[in-house]
């Protein structure tokens, strides 16, 4: 499992939710499918890409602070740090 994976996104650019979920797509697809970090992070993107950059952000803090093992707080701890990096 490659967590960091390589940094296929514009690091130090602002991108919207929708760029950036847009952007760690290409990461996400060479993962198994089948983690359950995998299938939160996608499941957030599908779920969120569509709002505001504040909102996506808060989102994700709040997600993130879920139940460890949880697909959705694993997704979301995932992508939190890569979306402070370019928002």
């Not at 992070?41 to 504040?54: I, N, P, T």
């Not at 879920?66 to 928002?87: D, H």
Request: charged fraction near 20%; glycine fraction near 12%; proline fraction near 3%.
């Amino acid at each position: 499992m490659n967590r960091v994976g390589p940094s296929t996104y514009n690091e130090g650019a602002q991108l919207n939710p929708d760029a950036f979920c847009a952007s760690v797509g290409s990461v996400l697809a060479a993962e198994r499918s089948d983690d359950g970090w995998v299938r939160g992070a996608r499941a957030l993107c599908d779920m969120y890409a569509g709002v505001e950059a504040q909102r996506f952000g808060s989102i994700l803090v709040s997600m993130a602070a879920g139940r460890t093992g949880s697909a959705i707080a694993e997704g979301a701890r995932w992508l939190l740090p890569r979306w402070q990096a370019v928002s």
